[in-house]
């Protein structure tokens, strides 16, 4: 209640409204004031979400990806050629049927790494998969992948990561 420039205690506040003091009840103004702030941090969000997604997606038009908790990753094709790959594997390389060569950047250490492989999908039931770091038939820093079925070397499509 607006009383000469005052406002009684805890029942309303009085605001200046294009130069006209207005009277509104305290709780209202504080739910305003609250939902103010909601509606402005969501809208922040959104804008935040819209600009980083727009970036993640406008910088990578080529077939590197993001693997945010691994040190290097890929998916490999049974010709070695690399679907996507992260940018800490310099090279992949099909040197003789069924092995695969992995070169890392300086920045992952292969002899410090537990390096995983496991088949992609449309690799033959009763394939398998071995993985073995710094091998003697791959360049240094490197990571072998061979492939094969029944003790048999034959290239096979995979999936690679250094967590």
């Not at 709780?27 to 909601?38: A, D, V």
């Not at 809208?43 to 935040?48: D, E, H, Q």
């Not at 010709?79 to 695969?100: D, F, H, L, M």
Request: charged share 10%.
């Amino acid at each position: 209640m607006w009383l000469g420039g005052a406002a009684v205690a805890g029942v309303n506040e009085a605001f200046p409204v294009f130069g006209r003091a207005v009277s509104l009840p305290r709780k209202g103004i504080i739910h305003m004031l609250m939902r103010t702030k909601l509606v402005l941090a969501g809208l922040g969000v959104a804008t935040v979400g819209a600009t980083l997604g727009g970036i993640a997606m406008a910088a990578d038009p080529t077939t590197n990806t993001v693997a945010p908790y691994a040190q290097a990753a890929a998916t490999v094709y049974a010709n070695g050629t690399t679907a996507q790959k992260t940018a800490t594997i310099a090279s992949v390389t099909n040197p003789a049927t069924g092995s695969y060569c992995i070169v890392l950047v300086s920045g992952v250490q292969a002899s410090k790494s537990i390096p995983m492989a496991t088949l992609a999908n449309d690799a033959p039931r009763g394939s398998d998969v071995r993985v073995s770091r710094n091998d003697a038939s791959c360049p240094s820093n490197s990571i072998r992948v061979t492939t094969g079925t029944d003790g048999v070397a034959v290239n096979r499509p995979f999936y690679f990561m250094v967590p």
